[in-house]
């Protein structure tokens, strides 16, 4: 039988449409099978789509799935917040006033709301180790490395190559050598690489990318949650735990926008989210 359901695309990471990071929310999945989402996070075609049920843990607001166009994540930051947006947006009752809490595969992420709308999710923990590749360079087609701070991968149930760069000029430059850049990924089994480096004389104190291949081809992700977490938990292990702003999607004519925050009660990674497709989806 064929149903509508409340659904939205929104714009993550930015305060004015289509500069961020695109997601597709499914608002009332319930009853659909693994291979309905999966062929719906194909149909969209975004890098991720959400699906949002009933929460099983009686400490959560909702629980989520999260699919990319090839495979099932037990967590990400940009789906986190479009999510928690839409449901706020839809009018969900929260259980604790001015926080959501989401369960996913990782287990429960908490999201605050500040009073100008923005939301904050808390970065999980992450397991960070050390990578020394010598074809580094070559991957990403630079000679710019900041061999001053460690290459290192970071897991919080998605896995991030961090690569430090000695200027944000240097990450725009960045070119990889498509052969090198899939045997990088492999090498290091992550999800994608993300070169940071430094920016001045902005309101941003740090340019990054997110690259990565889906279905087969290199790709670009615009504005990335989890990345960005794992970099203020890879800069927090550096000794460093000073709150930053982050620009991101420069190199694809997008105008992403992340905070960090270290606090007493975690670190929180926050931005603004808009509504751009407002409907519902026939299934």
Not at 23 to 31: D, K, P, S, T, Y
Not at 73 to 94: M, N, S
């Amino acid at each position: 039988m064929t149903l509508l359901r409340a659904f939205k695309q929104v714009d993550v990471f930015t305060s004015s449409p289509l500069n961020g990071n695109p997601l597709a929310v499914i608002l009332e999945a319930n009853g659909l099978s693994d291979e309905q989402m999966k062929a719906i996070a194909r149909w969209t075609n975004l890098s991720e789509t959400t699906f949002v049920l009933p929460a099983e843990n009686p400490d959560a607001d909702y629980r989520v799935r999260i699919f990319t166009p090839d495979l099932e994540l037990p967590f990400a930051g940009h789906p986190t917040l479009g999510t928690a947006h839409a449901l706020l947006e839809a009018g969900v009752a929260l259980k604790h006033a001015g926080r959501i809490v989401q369960e996913c595969g990782l287990g429960l992420v908490v999201i605050k709301i500040a009073a100008d709308g923005a939301l904050a999710f808390s970065a999980p923990e992450a397991t960070l180790t050390g990578f020394n590749d010598a074809p580094l360079s070559s991957a990403l087609n630079s000679d710019a490395l900041e061999t001053a701070l460690p290459v290192m991968v970071a897991d919080m149930g998605i896995r991030w190559l961090l690569v430090p760069m000695q200027s944000a000029e240097a990450v725009l430059a960045i070119k990889p050598n498509i052969v090198e850049f899939e045997r990088l990924l492999h090498k290091a089994q992550v999800n994608g690489v993300m070169p940071f480096g430094p920016l001045d004389g902005v309101e941003e104190q740090y340019e990054v990318r997110g690259l990565l291949v889906e279905q087969g081809s290199f790709c670009e992700d615009p504005v990335t949650g989890s990345a960005n977490a794992c970099l203020a938990r890879y800069l927090q292990a550096q000794g460093v735990e000073l709150d930053y702003r982050v620009r991101q999607g420069t190199a694809m004519q997008r105008a992403g926008r992340l905070s960090v925050t270290y606090a007493a009660d975690g670190v929180w990674i926050g931005g603004q989210t808009v509504t751009v497709i407002d409907g519902t989806l026939k299934v």
